[in-house]
């Protein structure tokens, strides 16, 4: 199987591309400066641009695993999330973590696939 990268970063290619499956990279919050539920929301919103340039949408993603560095902010995070997907919301693992760097307190992996 052939494997296509894009949208390099300089630690990253924020999508990699193999058969009918698509990996974005993990995604943090433009500001983290943010509460829980606005940076959710800003990296969702990232997520959905990066797999437009692969001509995909949200209901593509099948699986995300979500790091954040306060499991009691969840609740905040879950109301956006569920916003954002509504009945097409794909399986998820969240799990707590000591840091993600800059103060961010999410970060998101994706795996979207090709119907």
Do not use: C
Not at 79 to 107: C, N, Q, S, Y
């Amino acid at each position: 199987m052939a494997i296509k990268r894009s949208i390099r970063t300089p630690i990253q290619n924020r999508i990699v591309e193999t058969g009918n499956l698509v990996f974005v990279g993990g995604v943090i919050a433009d500001d983290t400066t943010q509460p829980m539920g606005p940076q959710t929301r800003n990296i969702l919103s990232k997520i959905e641009g990066y797999l437009g340039e692969v001509g995909l949408d949200r209901k593509a993603i099948v699986a995300a695993q979500i790091f954040v560095t306060d499991l009691s902010q969840k609740k905040e995070m879950d109301v956006a999330w569920t916003g954002f997907f509504g009945d097409d919301m794909p399986t998820r693992a969240t799990v707590g973590v000591a840091d993600l760097g800059g103060g961010a307190m999410i970060e998101v992996v994706v795996t979207a696939a090709r119907a």
